[in-house]
């Protein structure tokens, strides 16, 4: 059984470019989603997908998009990257949705640096 | 919105000595669940408690989770060097519109002096 990977694990971009993070779920996993771990800080929810729709989301603008591929992969899009948008990036997997869900699998994460 | 409150922020202490960490929700939680954090690592799954007034052990750790949902803590007996790290709660809303929504406290880091 493979765990949560996501890539790449470090990255570092411009003001203002565009990024794009993977994550592979955990194999038998159904359920994606992404937080946002900023230095000494708790994740913070961005969103979760589940059968490839987006159905939850946490405080984060518009240019915070993502998608889910069939085979429950994901991927996590931000534009315009502001230097705040610097955080480890988690992807965490599991089996159902909503209250149902058990713990989750959180993979490695991508260390995102804006300069 | 749904604030989760952990403290304290930091700990320290001597190998052997005991450690606790309390977690307090602005509202009524469905369930909460506890991960730890090694330096440099990412989430483990630790329990999930789902109960009113539930209380779980793994070995040397016991999890309460509080009887109006609203608060939970995490007690490890006799500390040993392989705790150290951050511990994190990360709580459930109890309404239909929570869906994948994990508030995560503030975390409390553990460190233990050999």
């Known amino acids: 059984e493979t765990g949560v990977t996501q890539s790449p694990t470090h990255l570092i971009k411009t003001r203002g470019q565009q990024v794009t993070l993977r994550c592979s779920s955990q194999s038998g996993h159904n359920t994606v989603s992404w937080y946002q771990q900023a230095l000494g800080q708790g994740p913070q929810f961005i969103f979760q997908y589940y059968r490839e729709e987006e159905n939850g989301r946490g405080n984060f603008p518009p240019r915070f998009s993502g998608l889910q591929f069939p085979n429950y992969s994901s991927e996590l899009n931000v534009n315009a990257l502001e230097l705040d948008d610097s955080a480890l990036y988690l992807c965490a997997s599991s089996l159902g949705q909503g209250q149902s869900v058990l713990g989750y699998t959180f993979g490695s994460g991508t260390r995102l640096t804006v300069v | 919105g749904q604030q989760v409150m952990q403290i304290p922020q930091y700990q320290h202490v001597q190998e052997g000595e005991d450690f606790t960490t309390y977690c307090n929700s602005s509202?009524?939680?469905?369930?909460i669940q506890w991960y730890k954090q090694r330096p440099g690592g990412h989430p483990v799954f630790l329990i999930q408690l789902v109960k009113s007034g539930e209380v779980k052990k793994q070995k040397r750790l016991t999890f309460q989770f509080g009887e109006a949902k609203k608060n939970s803590s995490l007690h490890i007996t006799a500390t040993q060097t392989t705790d150290v790290g951050t511990y994190f709660c990360?709580?459930?809303?109890?309404?239909?519109?929570?869906?994948?929504?994990?508030?995560f406290g503030q975390g409390t880091i553990l460190t233990v002096h050999p």
């Open positions: 509202t009524t939680l469905s369930n």
């Open positions: 990360a709580g459930r809303g109890a309404g239909g519109t929570s869906y994948g929504k994990l508030t």
